[in-house]
T-cell receptor, first 111, second 116 residues
Framework: SQQGEEDPQALSIQEGENATMNCSYKTSINNLQWYRQNSGRGLVHLIL?????REKHSGRLRVTLDTSKKSSSLLITASRAADTASYFC???????????FGSGTQLTVLP | DSGVTQTPKHLITATGQRVTLRCSPRSGDLSVYWYQQSLDQGLQFLIQYYNGEERAKGNILERFSAQQFPDLHSELNLSSLELGDSALYFC???????????????FGPGTRLTVL
């Protein structure tokens, strides 16, 4: 079963709007990572947030982590058409070395 | 460009055949990871090698095997191929031993395998 699950499955917004994606996970983690994948291409690492951090920023990205609720959110501000992609959260459970990916949120930013 | 290279880009073959996918990690990275991405299963971790040795194993079938060579490149061998093996296969690399050390994984462009 998936460790992380993203919500919503798909999101469509206008350019300039903010996009928020959520991720829920099941077991204790050391960190949580967000990746982006353009259609048919490899994944690109966006940001990593450690389990003792609550919020992290990188450019137009803001990630929050609530370990009590086992959830994280990724906010993309002032979205652009180039942000159109699938976004995945990935969690390495404390008991394992591998990254487990959710099923992703497909974001479409309309010009 | 992540610095991770994968060959070939596309592979079309028939059921029952055997193929080898190749991955060269970023310069200096010691870990190589293999993932399978299909529409029905999503992105699944297969196996990790660190400095030539198997480090972690995921949902890898017995028909699949991998190795990491002394020059750190890695190969994923898929045998007795079935229609359901059609997928994108990604290789990733990282500097350290894995996610527990908060390593960032850098993904290659993938190999698209089609089994007819």
């Amino acid at each position: 079963s998936q460790q992380g699950e993203e919500d919503p499955q798909a999101l469509s917004i206008q350019e300039g709007e903010n996009a928020t994606m959520n991720c829920s996970y099941k077991t204790s983690i050391n960190n949580l990572q967000w990746y982006r994948q353009n259609s048919g291409r490899g994944l690109v690492h966006l940001i990593l947030i450690r389990s003792n951090e609550r919020e992290k920023h990188s450019g137009r990205l803001r990630v929050t982590l609530d370990t009590s609720k086992k959830s994280s959110s990724l906010l993309i501000t002032a979205s652009r058409a180039a942000d159109t992609a699938s976004y995945f959260c990935a969690t390495p459970p404390r008991s394992a070395r591998q990254l487990t990916f959710g099923s992703g949120t497909q974001l479409t930013v309309l010009p | 460009d992540s610095g991770v290279t994968q060959t070939p880009k596309h592979l079309i073959t028939a059921t029952g055949q055997r193929v080898t996918l190749r991955c060269s990690p970023r310069s200096g990275d010691l870990s190589v990871y293999w993932y399978q991405q299909s529409l029905d299963q999503g992105l699944q971790f297969l196996i990790q090698y660190y400095n030539g040795e198997e480090r972690a194993k995921g949902n890898i079938l017995e028909r699949f095997s991998a190795q990491q060579f002394p020059d750190l490149h890695s190969e994923l061998n898929l045998s007795s191929l079935e229609l359901g093996d059609s997928a994108l296969y990604f290789c990733a690399s990282s500097a350290g031993q894995g996610p527990i050390s908060t390593d960032t994984q850098y993904f290659g462009p993938g190999t698209r395998l089609t089994v007819l």
